[in-house]
């Protein structure tokens, strides 16, 4: 499989990388090198990490920075930001239509059982009506590339996609490093994501919200892995950032608890999973949620953004559909391509799994962040076929897809400037508007060769720059 | 505000004084074995030192009856089973202050942040290059930098002052316990009152709250218990003062009222101490017995923290 690597072309310089690579040039090395330890002593100061789970000792672990920036040109940039918002808008249709009439179920597109009864699906949000219908405000969808304009869709991420705080401290550093290449190039500026995101979150308020409506963050806590995003995001919206126990249900509202006693709550926009929502009506041993709060959901006192039940639609199983349901909801083709996927609950695409695992990567179909994947031309005999038997022990569980030669990008190594595997996940905002930040998050495999980029597992960040013409 | 920022700001508050007065308190110990007289007594300076930071049980428990040096060193300042040590302290200051990171400025967390991350690496430094006067000296400079991003650049506004009333509740109480270590390790001695040892315990605890050349230019050169108590008890001038304490105390919580337009119970309450306070005379104090007394003022002050968290903390008023 050939690699694409997004800077060279055999020598030539690829256009968006041309002003880049000047820049490459005439800087000397020692330079470099010394800018990479003031941006990693930056990151630590300002307290950018991220806790490991499944590790003891030090769990505020730092993600590797890179410093060379992922360039794509304004028409490259244009094809995707179609692709994307095309696939959120169906993705929300899909997910109205699943609580209400399921007519692409109906239509015989997407199997009855996949959907109903999905572990995401939440039959207590049937027949209710979210603000504007939007059901998922922020899609990250996680893009991979192959060729010149090849991108494919490697997942989509519906209910609380995070890294966007990367996204805009990764610029931030950039512009406080490199300030000459922002004045040379022109760059799309990011920084007004969380203006977008405040400004979305307003415009699903509920129609009982008369008044400018009071949005917060909820989010776990601060033991949490992402909870420097919740701060962070919460900061530059400027609104309060609130645990449950800060909330409670009072009458047909939902109230935080403030020095000056209870107020009002519009929108809640949460960061933590459906079932520690409402004790009362999922989880009931959740201590990090809201009782009543569903109560007041149903009967329009206050908006949850991503609305329960969203992450149906994010489902690795699901995913195989959404082309489907882009020409179901739209009436349009596909701009993004989805990854051929063999689901292994089917005895035909598990026979084929099982033959060439060693060619494949292997998901958990609800699993998430790279815990629990195989990925089969990296693993030994013996992985394979222990993870063999996990599949065969529950096939449904999981979904298999070829290897892709994911595109690679100049990053810095120890050894200098070597090409790395990347992949993408822009933010996508939907409420009164649907908007896509031309920006995102590039993750790079800092390990040669490899083709894992989650966080989780090692891989780093770069900053991800959108020319403007 | 959030009810929980407000506590948290009021802990990290709390916190970054009480870790202040751990290493102030070591200080003491420090320079009171150096005296040769001491630790003849049925209680050595060490033992009282950990009677003072109010943590004995978990000590004797822990390292048992005899309070050795190093234990206590270990104790107060390393060891995360005590809830006060100067590790618990930094911990749990950061601990909060990541909580409501929104609600300090950058300066305020880096100093939090860094001196979190330093005490990291002391840590892993060899206990033989930890010498105890330049931890306390450490410890100390980490608190007048928290303290002077705070005064420089926060927003004076409520999470000010509940920061702040966390801080003077905290150093009031901890001047208390400090007065108390003096009268712990005085108890078996007190013939030697106004001799030697004595005059050099009383100097040593002007020093460890950096009040010693204070004291001078408020009371001249004579020194003598009676002038000291009433300089850290009833002296409004000196900033680790009981009285200054509880006077700041009550102006944050009296920009409070105005700011939030009601008062309750704690208001009520700190006036009422503020009263006592300024009424008392230093001899009164000493008739009722400097220990009485202090543990009485300790008492008060923790049913004043109490009074701020149900007016406030728990958002349900």
């Known amino acids: 499989m050939a690699t694409f690597n997004e800077m060279y072309d055999g020598e030539t310089v690829r256009p968006a990388y041309e002003a880049l690579n000047r820049w490459v040039n005439s800087t000397p090395p020692e330079l470099l090198a010394q800018k990479k330890e003031e941006a990693e002593a930056l990151f630590r100061r300002i307290g950018i990490t991220f806790a490991v789970y499944g590790e003891g000792g030090d769990t505020e672990r730092l993600i590797p920075f890179d410093m060379m920036p992922r360039v794509f040109t304004e028409a490259e940039w244009r094809k995707l930001e179609r692709g994307v918002k095309q696939r959120a808008r169906a993705l929300n249709a899909f997910l109205y239509d699943v609580y209400h009439r399921g007519e692409i179920i109906r239509a015989g597109i997407i199997p009855a059982d996949l959907v109903y009864h999905n572990e995401a699906y939440e039959p207590a949000v049937v027949g209710i009506d979210p603000p504007r219908n939007v059901y998922s405000h922020i899609v990250g969808i996680d893009l991979v590339r192959t060729g010149p304009g090849d991108f494919f869709v490697l997942e989509d991420n519906c209910r609380t996609p995070s890294g966007v705080s990367y996204m805009l401290e990764n610029r931030e550093i950039m512009m406080r490093m490199f300030p000459d290449l922002f004045k040379s190039m022109r760059i799309a500026p990011v920084d007004d994501y969380p203006n977008r995101l405040r400004r979305t979150l307003a415009s699903v308020a509920p129609m009982k919200c008369d008044g400018t409506p009071v949005s917060v963050l909820l989010s776990p806590g601060s033991f949490n892995s992402a909870y420097y995003e919740h701060s962070f995001l919460a900061d530059q919206m400027g609104i309060e950032i609130v645990e449950g126990q800060d909330l409670f249900v009072q009458g047909d509202f939902v109230y935080m608890r403030t020095t000056e006693g209870p107020q009002k709550v519009d929108v809640i926009y949460r960061r933590i999973d459906d079932s520690f929502l409402d004790p009362l009506c999922f989880r009931p041993d959740s201590m990090l949620g809201v009782p009543g709060l569903m109560n007041v959901y149903r009967s329009g006192g206050v908006a949850i953004a991503s609305a329960p039940g969203a992450g149906v639609a994010d489902d690795k199983a699901v995913y195989i559909y959404v082309p489907e349901m882009i020409r179901f909801y739209l009436g349009e083709e596909p701009v993004l391509n989805n990854v051929q996927t063999y689901k292994c609950g089917e005895p035909e695409d598990r026979k084929y799994v099982l033959e060439n695992l060693k060619d494949l990567v292997v998901k958990e179909v609800h699993g998430s962040g790279g815990y629990g994947m195989l990925v089969g031309p990296r693993s030994t005999k013996e992985e394979i076929e222990a993870y063999a038997e996990r599949i065969k022990a529950d096939p449904s569980d999981f979904i298999a897809q070829p290897t892709l030669a994911l595109s690679t990008c100049p990053t810095f190594v120890d050894e200098g400037i070597a090409p790395r595997h990347v992949d993408l996940r822009p933010y996508c905002l939907v409420g009164q508007e649907v908007h896509l930040c031309p920006g995102g998050l590039t993750r790079v495999a800092m390990t040669e060769g490899s083709l894992v980029v989650n966080s989780s597992q090692g891989g780093g960040v770069k900053d991800t720059w959108v020319l403007a013409d | ?317």
């Open chain 2, 1 to 317: 505000m959030l009810s929980r920022t407000a506590e948290n700001l009021f802990w990290i508050g709390r916190y970054m004084e009480r870790a202040e007065t751990m290493a102030r308190l070591l200080e003491v110990g420090y320079r009171m074995a150096m005296m040769p007289s001491t630790g003849t007594g049925y209680r050595n300076e060490w033992e009282s030192l950990v009677i003072a930071a109010g943590s004995q049980p978990g000590f004797v428990e822990k390292y048992g009856k005899v309070a050795r040096q190093r234990d206590v060193e270990s104790w107060l300042f390393y060891d995360r089973d005590n809830g006060s040590s100067i590790m618990s302290c930094f911990e749990s200051a950061r601990q909060n202050g990541r909580a409501v990171r929104t609600a300090l400025t950058t300066e305020m967390w880096d100093a939090l942040n860094g001196a979190y991350l330093e005490l990291k690496a002391i840590e892993r430094r060899p206990r033989s290059q930890a010498q105890l006067p330049e931890l306390c000296d450490w410890t100390k400079r980490q608190g007048a930098l928290f303290r002077g991003s705070l005064e420089g650049t926060h927003l004076q506004n409520d999470g000010y002052d509940f920061l702040s009333v966390g801080s003077y509740l905290e150093r009031g109480d901890n001047t208390a316990r400090l007065l108390d270590v003096k009268y712990y390790v005085l108890l078996p001695t007190t013939d030697m009152v106004g001799g030697g040892v004595d005059t050099y315990q009383w100097t040593t605890l002007l020093r460890a709250l950096s009040a010693f050349r204070s004291f001078h230019w408020t009371y001249g050169s004579e020194y003598n218990p009676r002038k000291i108590a009433h300089f850290l008890i009833l002296n409004i001038a000196c900033p680790r003062s009981l009285l200054h304490c509880q006077d700041r105390v009550g102006r944050h919580l009296e920009r409070l009222s105005k700011a939030y337009g009601h008062s309750n119970k704690a208001h009520a309450r700190v006036q009422t101490l503020l009263g006592e306070l300024g009424a008392a005379e230093i001899d009164t104090v000493v008739e009722e017995g400097l220990h009485e007394f202090l543990e009485r003022f300790i008492n008060q002050s923790a049913a004043l923290g109490q009074d701020v968290a149900d007016g406030y903390l728990f958002g349900v008023n």
